[in-house]
């Protein structure tokens, strides 16, 4: 089994580090992926060579991640050096996992463990 993901965007903040209950610290910052693509794209031919015509119109979708860092070594170069806007690649696993809110809500949480 493989369970790896690999990620190429922007800081959308400034890490921060956190440390529950005793427990080994975590960076933790949120990156976003952008995703593009045209609609409504034609083609015309005329004799040997190809056009495009109405080229459409261009949606974009921005998808957010949140990245957790847990290696001693990566979390603190994380936290020193990485600054929101920042373009960074990331490359680690998916979690899923499930937590309670401050309104004892249960909620579902999807983080990258770089």
Same mark, same amino acid.
């Given at each position: ?6 990620? !190429? %965007?922007?800081?959308? +903040?400034d890490p921060i580090m956190r440390q529950v209950d005793g427990k080994? /610290? ?16 034609s083609e015309v031919t005329q004799g040997a060579l190809l056009f495009?015509?109405? !080229? %459409?119109?261009?949606? +974009? ?10 290696? /001693? ?41 770089a």
């Open positions: 089994a493989m369970n790896r993901v690999q990620l !190429l %965007g922007r800081v959308g +903040q080994n /610290p975590v960076t933790i910052f949120s990156l976003a992926t952008n995703e593009m693509w045209r609609t409504g794209e495009f015509c109405n !080229l %459409g119109d261009i949606s +974009q979708k921005t998808t957010w991640h949140r990245i957790s860092v847990f290696r /001693p070594g990566l979390r603190d170069v994380t936290y020193q050096y990485v600054k929101k806007g920042a373009r960074l690649y990331v490359e680690g696993k998916i979690d899923y996992g499930e937590y309670t809110d401050k309104n004892n809500v249960r909620r579902q949480a999807t983080t990258i463990i």
